[in-house]
């Protein structure tokens, strides 16, 4: 089974709109951490946030917010104001406690559109 | 924040060929380190893991004949690519894991490999 299931393939978006990527996740651990990364056509990933079980606590980074709901297990990220430059795919992964490999999202292809 | 790094960042060759690309983290240690593989359009496959001192860790289907993995140090893991065949064109990534607080992984820029 897919532990990490970003069901949004590709989004296209006007710049200026705000979007939000979907980012679902399965795992029996009771700690465990997720991030998001944006991979931009150079394709190297950038990291964005990561957030650890414990904390529920919805982060704001300037344009960028995230929504982490244990009780959906879900960790939405959202863009408000989107720009050109916010092009990229964008996945989501997950880390257990019990192990350290990462288990990446199918990935969301941004697209802004100015 | 800890960087890593690879090289080369692309790398074209001839079938048969075989290819060494390195992965270095440049201001920390790294015990273990990750080998991923991206097909375009696709997301990061987990072709192995790597910690120094030991042999490698292969996920099911990857071949550790082809895929050779070495992790001599606390710095530098190589993943060289045996006898290459177009097949094998793709964008490898590595990682180092710097924490095993947060599990937090520091990805590499990729190499391009193209396989003529």
């Known amino acids: 089974a897919q532990k990490v299931t970003q069901a949004q393939t590709e989004i296209s978006v006007v710049e200026k709109e705000d979007v939000t990527l979907d980012c679902v996740y399965e795992?029996?651990?009771?700690?465990?951490?997720l991030f998001w990364y944006k991979q931009p056509p150079s394709g190297e990933l950038v990291f964005l946030i990561r957030?650890?079980?414990?904390?529920?606590q919805n982060e704001i980074s300037g344009r960028y917010s995230w929504n982490f709901q244990k009780s959906t297990s879900s960790f939405n990220f959202t863009i408000t104001a989107s720009q050109v430059v916010d092009s990229a795919v964008y996945f989501c992964?997950?880390?257990?406690?019990?192990?350290?490999?990462?288990?990446f999202g199918t990935g969301t292809s941004l697209t802004v559109i100015p | 924040g800890a960087v890593v790094s690879q090289h080369p960042s692309r790398v074209i060759c001839k079938s048969g060929t075989s290819v060494k690309i390195e992965c270095r983290s440049l201001d920390f240690q790294a015990t273990t380190m990750f080998w991923y593989r991206q097909f375009p359009k696709q997301s990061l496959m987990l072709m192995a893991t790597?910690?120094?001192?030991?042999?490698?860790?292969?996920e099911q289907g990857v071949e550790k004949d082809k895929f050779l993995i070495n992790h001599a140090s606390l710095t530098l893991s190589t993943l060289t690519v045996t006898s290459a065949h177009p097949e094998d064109s793709s964008f490898y990534i590595c990682s180092a894991l710097i924490t095993r607080l947060y599990n937090e992984q520091f990805f590499g820029p990729g190499t391009r490999l193209t396989v003529l």
């Open positions: 790597s910690n120094e001192g030991s042999k490698a860790t292969y």
């Open positions: 992964a997950l880390s257990e406690d019990t192990g350290n490999q990462f288990y």
């Open positions: 957030r650890n079980s414990f904390d529920e």
């Open positions: 795992t029996r651990d009771t700690t465990y951490y």
